[in-house]
């Protein structure tokens, strides 16, 4: 698993869930998902929720790829279950369009045989980074 670090900040849940980074440069994406059997529903394939967070941070990886310094918080999001997401997922980003404050960004997800599952698109904030405070002890 690549370090959360690659993203450009921490990121917890990111780094629990394992995606990893492959590309974020000049409006795009690319990460890459191995469900492990938790993340796994009742019918033995990867939970829409967790596919879900995974275009949504491709979404927001792509967003972001512009700036780095900046952050994107998520306004909406739009996904569609083409078919059953199996094996090694991977996200695919796409920053579609930006203004001064807001990203509107699409991703699809392909699962271990290269087929299109999942596919959304979503409008991200802008949002400045707050800096780290500094210790005067």
């Known amino acids: 698993m690549a370090s959360p670090k ?3 900040v921490e990121i917890p849940f990111v780094h629990h869930l394992g995606f990893e980074l492959v590309r ?3 409006g795009a994406s690319e990460l890459k998902f191995a469900p492990k059997p938790e993340h796994l529903n009742s019918f ?3 939970h829409g929720g967790a596919v879900m ?3 949504d941070v491709t979404m927001a990886t792509a967003a972001r790829s512009v700036d780095l ?3 994107v918080v998520t306004i909406e999001m739009k996904t569609s279950f083409m078919r059953p997401c199996v094996g090694v997922l991977t996200g695919k ?3 579609m369009h930006r203004t001064r404050s807001m990203a509107f ?3 699809t997800i392909y699962d271990a045989d290269d087929i299109a599952c999942a596919h959304a698109t979503g409008t991200f904030k802008y949002v400045p980074r707050k800096q780290a405070a500094i210790s005067t002890d």
């Open 24 to 26: 974020m440069e000049g």
């Open 53 to 55: 967070t995974l275009l």
């Open 6 to 8: 690659l993203f450009g």
């Open 69 to 71: 310094e900046i952050g």
């Open 93 to 95: 980003g796409r920053l």
């Open 105 to 107: 960004t699409e991703a």
């Open 44 to 46: 033995q394939v990867t």
